[in-house]
Each structure stands twice: as structure tokens, then as C-alpha cells.
């Protein structure tokens, strides 16, 4: 499937573009991680520490291990520090 | 029953005027750019178009169901905010005190740690670095 | 740092101008006359002159030793105030949230039942009662 | 001694009047209030109920068995509706 991958904050500067497609076949947000960490050395690092990702799926909050369907947009951020 | 993400200050004045109509209790939070040690220039804040009023918005609706709330605001802004600046705020309307200030202060941990905005400092010298997570705020999210 | 007791109404945006300038967060908490049931006019507020700014004034300094708040104001209305009409406002600055709710929490449980006020309901024939002190505002005190 | 004695909300009006000057030995709130209530049916009808009725010497709020002192005011009321 065809899937908008965007990031945001500091993943955003160190995959050092704020958004991509991708072709993947993920069943989950962490397995599209593995794929996008191969990517680059970029996004290597802006994976590096999977402890802090957060992962909204069609902007929608979701945690890392839940199927990831057949969504339009996922996203990946550090953890937010709204307020 | 308003949420706003805009980059323009606010004015917490305007934003009151005829809210909370009929409601005993009205109860605002505003977060404001605090400059600690003296280097802070700004605040840069980023967040997810699209996805972050729709989030503010069900968030508002889920704590005017929760505690009982007539009237509800946020507003949040992004982009760059100098020091003194606004930063958000909330309020919160409901018939008894108790309800409007659980409401402001769930709404407030939940912006805190959910909503999709991330702060980077900009100091006096141009240097930036991101704001990190504060575990007192996942932790006060747990309490509701 | 403020304790005011007043007839005329207040307006929140007037006394939050130059309210806790270098401060992260602040909190307000107005009070408004409800009607219930559609039989309410007004409230009369009774209080005693003399000790209720004293009392007032003591009451917001030992919430900013308390709770760390670096500015506060508390404005509370006496006489005659028609519903839909502010009766009382407080509000607290401080570094962080927490610091300001809590701070606003307390000021507010302690007005209810210890601040030199007292309420009569109004209603539109023209009668008139005491409004009968809540048990509920007393636990709310004995939390601090 | 002589004291100001003043009265509010209801209390006020069942004795009706505001405030009274008074001459008197009482050692304790409590103790004034059983010389006040025997000044007319007014005073005793205000205070009734013991149980509701709240103090405050020179301003201060005081328990009603607190030694009263050598007081220039003291202020007799029900529970506070503030807020």
C-alpha cells in the first residue's frame, strides 16, 4: 500500500524532511518503523531510541503494536510538550 | 464549545466575552513564556495541522461530558511566541466550582502530554533546543 | 497582590492587565449568580465592613507563602447583584500550573466558608432568603 | 468592660438592630452570648442554635470558648455564604 509518512519535531530535523511516501506492507507502526529507519542515516537517528516514538495513524493517536490497517497518513513524533 | 490553533496572540478578555452564559462557575487557564534564567528568547512551537483541532475539539467535548461543563474553550497557538507572550489557555463554565476547575485542570494535563505540539526554546544567542518530555506530566495525566 | 471588597461589578480583562508578568501560568475563577430555577432575581450580599479586606488580604498572602504563587488578586462584590451578575473573582500567577490551580482551588474553599459574607436570595416576587451555608463547602476546607 | 457588640444576615435582623454597646464580665463568646440572648426575644430567637452561630473578636474568628480578653468588638453571625 501507498502510505504519507509524516514527522514532526526533532525525528522531522534529523529525517531531515518533514514528510514521504512510502510503499509498505507494515502490520504495524513498529514494523514501518524498522522499514523507515533502513532508509537513511537520518532516519536511523530520528529512530534510534524507540522508547520515545509516538505514532498517530490517520491522526489518531495509536500505540506502536496495533495493527496498522489500511491508512492514508501516519505520523511519528517525539513526545508532545503541548500547554 | 470552541477550540482554535492559531499563531496570532489571543486576548483572554475577547475570548471570555460571552462565555459561560447561565453558568455559576467559569474557571481560565493561560500559559504564558516564562523566562527562567534570563537566556530565553522565544518559544517556537510546532504542531500537527489537520489533526490538532480535531483532537482539541473531541479532547473539549470529552471533559465537558466528564464533569458536567456548559461551556468550554481552548486556543492554542504555534509558531514563534517571545518571552511574555501567550502561549494557550483554557476555560472552562459549569453550574458548581468543583466542575470547572477539574475540567480546566483535566484539560490542561491532557494538553500537556497528548495534544500534538512540540516547544523548542530559542535563546537569546539563536541557539534552539527542543523542550523534553516532563515525566510529572505523564504522571499528573494519570490521576483522571 | 490584591484584596479588594466592592459594590459596582468588576471586569476580569481590567484586573488581569499587568497580573503576574514573568509568571508560567495563571488561573482565574469568577463566581456568577445562577439561576436555578427562573425564580431568582438577585443575590444581596451582606459582609462586615472592617474585617472583610483584612481577612481577605491575609487570606491571598498566606496562599502565595503556600503554594508559591508570585502575584494573586481577590475581588469579591457586596449589595445587590442580578443574575447573570459577577459576584467574586480570584486569580493566582505562579511557575507552574499546578502551583496556580491548587492556589486558586484553596483561595475559593476558603471564601465559602470563612470569609466574612453573607448571601440572600432575591426572588422576582419580591421575597427574600438567606442562603443556608453548604456542608459540602466546609468538607471542601478540611482538604488543605 | 464595654464592647461593641455587632450582629449580621440573619442574626442581625432577628435581633434587629446592627450593633449594641454592652456592658459586660463574660470570660468566653459563649458566655456573652447567654447574657445577650436574656436582652429580648429578638436576642434569643438569633441565637437559638447555638450550633450555627459564628464569632469574630476585634475581626479575628474566634472559637466560642476562647478566652474573649479585653475585646473593643466582637461580632456574632451565622456560617459564611461567600464566593
Redesign the interface.
Same mark, same amino acid.
Given at each position: 500500500m501507498t502510505v504519507e509518512v509524516l514527522y514532526f519535531a526533532w525525528m522531522r530535523e534529523r529525517v531531515g524532511h518533514p514528510r514521504e511516501t512510502v510503499q509498505t506492507d507494515a502490520a504495524t507502526p513498529r514494523a514501518l518503523i524498522a522499514e523507515l529507519a533502513a532508509l537513511s542515516e537520518g532516519h536511523a537517528a530520528a529512530f534510534a531510541d524507540g522508547a520515545v516514538v509516538r505514532c498517530a495513524v490517520d491522526q489518531v493517536l495509536t500505540d506502536l503494536d496495533a495493527p496498522l490497517g489500511q491508512p492514508r497518513e501516519v505520523a511519528f513524533f517525539p513526545p508532545m510538550t503541548g500547554g | 464549545m470552541v477550540a482554535r490553533v492559531q499563531a496570532l496572540p489571543f486576548?483572554?478578555?475577547a475570548e471570555?466575552a460571552g462565555f459561560?452564559?447561565?453558568?455559576?462557575?467559569?474557571?481560565?487557564?493561560?500559559?504564558?513564556?516564562?523566562?527562567d534564567g534570563g537566556d530565553l528568547a522565544a518559544l517556537e *512551537?510546532? =504542531?500537527?495541522p489537520?489533526?490538532t483541532e480535531?483532537?482539541l475539539r473531541d479532547h473539549g467535548l470529552t471533559a465537558a461530558a466528564r464533569f458536567g461543563l456548559s461551556d468550554w474553550r481552548i486556543v =492554542?497557538r504555534f509558531g514563534r511566541i517571545p518571552v511574555?507572550g501567550p *502561549?494557550?489557555m483554557v476555560a472552562t463554565a459549569a453550574?458548581h466550582?468543583?466542575s470547572?476547575?477539574d475540567g480546566?485542570?483535566f484539560l490542561?494535563d491532557w494538553?500537556?502530554?497528548?495534544?500534538?505540539?512540540?516547544?523548542?526554546e530559542i535563546a537569546r544567542d539563536g541557539s534552539a533546543s527542543?523542550?523534553?518530555?516532563r515525566a510529572a506530566?505523564e504522571d499528573?495525566l494519570s490521576r483522571w
Open positions: - | 486576548d483572554l478578555s471570555m459561560g452564559v447561565g453558568a455559576g462557575a467559569v474557571v481560565t487557564f493561560t500559559g504564558v513564556v516564562r523566562d *512551537i510546532e =504542531h500537527y489537520g489533526m480535531a483532537a =492554542h511574555g *502561549i494557550m453550574r466550582r468543583r470547572a476547575f480546566a485542570d490542561m494538553l500537556k502530554s497528548r495534544a500534538p505540539f512540540w516547544k523548542r527542543w523542550v523534553a518530555a506530566d499528573a
